[in-house]
């Protein structure tokens, strides 16, 4: 990427950042104050990070952004080294569908879906999620069930409608959703915070070990700072946001 | 569009119960309103068809609907009679295949007595050419030279029906038309009852509501009569009234049939300017539908209301729809992660209250013809009313097609709705 300076820097020129932000700013329509004044964000492809901040210090919105469905009023927003504003807003959508998973603290499946088209809804929307799974020799149906295996889901619950599920059971078909097709990078927001502690880490090491296997880089965010355990990197909002210097946190 | 079509099914599926009620209220909000166009049709094409096959209908100068009112649905009374001179005339015009002279001014009970010869029964002719037909019985003699044979009556069958009259029951006549119930004792003919020898089945048509006599009849119950009442003094039995005279001098009206349609409007205009006295003549078809575009308001006020059903029907429907949006907001946001376009999720709303739309005509029309089948033999028989069965006609296709453009707009209220969610609501899953 020539026209970046951190990206040649980086020295990373064969495999460009999973996600980089740089001197991004974001206020809500109607806001009188900045929501998020980042100066520069850069997550490696394939790195494990975990971004924590208090409640309403914008994480979430921070994801929207990464994903591309908001824009952020100054700033670039790459992600695997394309910058989204460049991107239509139906490209943009596309984008996201082929490149970035999503898992939410809540509520992340259709009610009226079974778990396992939950999982293949992800690949419905990309046709370049449906493309790497058929590179790899598999197909979707294939695919969902064998990370549902993975991530510890029976065959027998993938057939019962979303809403049939328990909240872990429901959170682990998130997981395999944002991971099935080997996006690169996967987004977690809260994902554990409607769990017990005990399963909080039990889904965060599937989490991990999965993004891993798959490749993927993963922003996990929570305000919960005891999970921060196996990531590569630690991250605190606050010291991001409206930061001059470097964000780079120690781990 | 094809994940959002399956998403939109699986949605309705996942909301059964309150999506079948949407559809049976837009089902019966568009069958009322098909079934009163309908209604509205075979109504309209049976009234113009309460007299078919009669070529010109002809009476004393006067207004067309006046003429027609009087002479075939017997309501209001001719201000002239015509002579039998003319209809003499007429019946002698080359063009002419037959002629039914029509005497009214009796009544019974309510009912008008209509005055005419047998050959009424062969030429009167409603809806599609279709003649009279007896349920019981047989037609008054025609040219009768027995006394009694004078005095025979023929019911329509609402007359029979109303008052549980058989064959061979005799009843009295009443003189104009306030006889009856209520009216005064002496203008009854009781001196000469009349003999039921015949009943009509019902036709949908006036006849139903008329009895029918030959003309002598009406000559002979009037022989001691002079200027609407009983020649004081004189009593003539009904067995001496063959020695009078029961040649009529004068008819109401007469119905007219022609060798060939094309001279009608000769004929016509040969009637109206017939020196020797002021005669109307009328095409019934033309006047039948002139008349229908009066009494016709009503029958437009009825679609009007109707159409509002189903406009109410459509509002229910788009009511569920954006009710079901509040809870579906965290939905939206979910497709919207996983790479939905807002125009795909406006696209999976609008599908969704489009199907329940296109469902709920689709069982409307069933309904329908469920009914119709149904309901068609009892409108026949008890009404008279011919309820046609076939395919949808324009006008039906034209309201159709405006029920799926007003549902095609309300599907749009939701959909720009959730359009504007998942725009305003970024990543942020609300509950
Ligand atoms: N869709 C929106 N429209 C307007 N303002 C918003 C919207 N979403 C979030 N905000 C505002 O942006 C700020 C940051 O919200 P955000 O949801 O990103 O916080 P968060 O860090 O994710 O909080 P939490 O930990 O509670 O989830 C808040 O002040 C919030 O009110
Ligand atoms: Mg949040």
């Known amino acids: 990427m020539p026209d970046h300076p951190t990206e040649t820097a980086s020295g990373a020129a064969a495999e460009p950042a999973a996600v980089l932000l740089d001197a991004l700013r974001y206020r809500w329509p109607g806001a009188d104050c900045d929501c998020l004044n980042i100066a520069t964000l850069r997550i490696a492809a394939g790195e494990r990070v975990f971004l924590r901040g208090p409640s309403g210090s914008g994480k979430t919105t921070l994801l929207s952004l990464v994903g591309g469905v908001i824009l952020p009023q100054a700033g670039v927003v790459r992600i695997a080294g394309q910058s989204l504003a460049a991107l239509s807003a139906g490209a943009r959508d596309r984008f996201r569908a082929d490149h970035v998973g999503f898992v939410f603290q809540l509520f992340n499946l259709l009610p009226y879906l079974s778990a396992r088209d939950n999982i293949l809804l992800a690949c419905r929307f990309s046709p370049q999620r449906r493309a790497r799974i058929a590179v790899a020799g598999s197909t979707p149906e294939a695919e969902a069930t064998r990370l549902a295996e993975r991530l510890d889901l029976g ?4 057939d019962r409608p979303a809403a049939a599920l328990s909240v872990g059971q429901q959170q682990r078909v998130a997981a395999a959703r944002a991971l099935i097709g080997r996006p690169g990078l996967v987004v977690a927001d809260e994902p554990t915070s409607a769990l017990d502690a005990e399963r909080q880490q039990a889904f965060i090491d599937l989490l991990l070990d999965e993004c891993a296997a798959a490749g993927a880089a993963l922003l996990f965010v929570s305000h919960d700072q005891r999970l921060a355990g196996h990531f590569d990197r630690v991250l605190d909002l606050a010291t991001i946001h409206r930061a001059t210097g470097s964000m780079q946190a120690p781990a | 569009m094809s994940p959002v079509f399956t998403l939109s099914l699986h949605s309705i599926a996942n909301r059964r119960l309150s999506v079948l009620l949407t559809v049976i209220a837009v089902a019966l909000s568009v069958a009322l309103l098909l079934g009163v166009e309908r209604l509205r049709n075979d109504a309209k094409a049976g009234f113009a068809q309460t007299l078919s096959g009669t070529d ?29 001179a003319s209809i003499e005339h007429l019946a002698a015009l080359p063009q002419v295949q037959w002629l039914v002279p029509i005497s009214l001014g009796d009544s019974h009970r309510g009912h008008r007595v209509v005055g005419s010869t047998a050959d009424f029964f062969a030429h009167y002719r409603h ?6 037909r007896f349920a019981q019985g047989r037609p008054f003699e025609d040219k009768p030279a027995e006394a009694a044979g004078i005095f025979e009556v023929v019911l329509g069958a609402e007359v029979a029906a109303r008052f549980g009259y058989a064959l061979g029951q005799r ?9 009856g119930e209520g009216g005064p004792r002496f203008a009854d003919h009781a001196d000469k009852p009349f003999t039921v020898v015949g009943i009509l089945a019902r036709s949908g048509t006036p006849v139903d509501r008329a009895l029918l006599v030959s003309l002598e009849g009406i000559e002979a119950i009037h022989v001691d009569w002079h200027g609407g009442a009983p020649i004081p003094g004189l009593r003539i039995a009904p067995e001496h009234v063959r020695k009078f005279d029961l040649q009529p001098k004068s008819v109401t009206a007469a119905l007219v049939g022609l060798k060939s349609r094309t001279a009608v409007f000769r004929v016509q205009r040969q009637i109206n300017t017939y020196p020797d006295e002021a005669l109307t003549a009328i095409l019934p078809g033309a006047t039948l539908q002139a008349l229908w575009s009066l009494v016709g308001i009503a029958e437009k006020a009825l679609l009007a209301v109707s159409a509002l059903v189903v406009a109410v029907g459509l509002a229910g429907m788009v009511a569920v729809v954006v009710a079901s949006l509040g809870e579906r907001r965290r939905e939206l946001a979910i497709l919207r992660a996983l790479g939905a376009r807002p125009r795909q999720v406006f696209a999976l709303l609008a599908v969704e209250s489009l199907l329940l739309a296109l469902a709920g005509i689709a069982l409307g029309l069933v309904l ?23 395919w949808p006609g324009v006008g039906e296709w034209r309201l159709l097609g405006a029920v799926l453009a007003v549902s095609l707009l309300a599907s749009l209220v939701p959909a720009l709705r959730a359009y504007r969610y998942s725009l305003a609501d970024g990543m942020t899953i609300r509950v």
């Open chain 2, 56 to 84: 010109l209908v002809v009476g004393a100068r006067s207004g067309p609907v006046q003429l027609l009112l009087y002479a075939v649905f017997h309501l209001g009374s001719a201000t002239n009679n015509m002579s039998w």
């Open chain 2, 171 to 179: 009843i009295v006549l009443s003189h104009g038309s306030l006889g």
């Open chain 2, 368 to 390: 329908l013809y469920g009914a119709g089948a149904a309901f068609a033999p009892w409108l026949s028989s008890a009404h008279g009313l011919q309820l046609s069965l076939g």
């Open chain 2, 127 to 132: 809806g599609d050419r279709r003649p009279l």
């Open chain 1, 155 to 158: 065959a027998a619950l993938l």
